[in-house]
């Protein structure tokens, strides 16, 4: 695609509920992140593919996050049992090898 | 751990005049970047320095990393409505150039 897409834009779950955001990288990125931004912060890295790979998940903040990119292409950030500290905008870019990253738009999550 | 503080936190200019933004980093940065973010948006990149003295410039913008290589600034010169947003710098953490830290950013907003 022309840019990273993010899925749904805005998504609201009540506490205790599990939610799945999806990432769409550029086409060839083999690179993937995760930030998560709270309201007023800058963004906050979560986690990192290479490929399939997950090189890097020591930003996750509990383990009721969990992040997975199974054929190298789409991701998909999932969270159980939300909570309302939860609630942020979650970001995912992605970058081919050393190059520049690219951001999608973002899912805004509310937690109610 | 490495931290980025940017100031002022927010800033608000009538259109036509300069300004300045600034990032500090607790320690040297080895590549820093400039994004730039409209609300309920995704980040946008402007520019990315890594040697002590650089700068570069895109249309109205400037940005510049000192010499010690901990402190960024981002010059805009004749503002205009189109800036208007929140930037923010983000310091690389190794690996790919995704992989950041980021500030909590400055919100810019231009006066017509």
């Known amino acids: 695609g022309a840019g990273v897409s993010q899925s749904p834009r805005y998504k609201v779950a009540k506490r205790g509920q599990d939610v799945a955001l999806r990432c769409d990288p550029i086409?060839?990125?083999?690179?993937l992140f995760w930030y998560q931004q709270a309201l007023g912060q800058g963004p906050e890295f979560l986690t990192y593919f290479q490929n399939e790979a997950q090189l890097d998940k020591s930003g996750l903040p509990s383990d009721r996050f969990f992040a997975e990119r199974p054929e190298g292409s789409v991701s998909t950030l999932k969270i159980q049992r939300t909570q309302q500290e939860d609630s942020a905008v979650y970001l995912c870019?992605?970058?081919?090898?050393?190059?520049?990253?690219?951001f999608g738009q973002g899912t805004r999550l509310t937690v109610v | 751990s490495q931290e980025l503080e940017q100031s002022p936190q927010s800033l608000i200019v009538q259109e036509g005049k300069n300004l300045t933004i600034n990032c500090t980093s607790s320690?040297?940065?080895?590549?820093l970047y400039w994004y730039k973010q409209k609300y309920g948006e995704g980040l946008i990149f402007l520019m990315m320095l890594q040697k002590g003295g650089e700068e570069k410039s895109h249309e109205k913008i400037t940005a510049k990393l000192d010499e010690k290589k901990q402190q960024s600034s981002l010059h805009i010169t004749a503002s205009q409505p189109s800036h208007a947003g929140i930037y923010l710098c983000?310091?690389?953490?190794?690996?790919?150039?995704?992989?950041?830290?980021f500030g909590k950013g400055t919100k810019l907003s231009v006066k017509p």
């Open positions: 086409s060839g990125h083999v690179s």
């Open positions: 320690k040297t940065l080895y590549g």
């Open positions: 983000g310091a690389g953490r190794g690996g790919s150039q995704g992989n950041l830290i």
């Open positions: 870019a992605s970058s081919f090898g050393d190059w520049e990253a690219f």
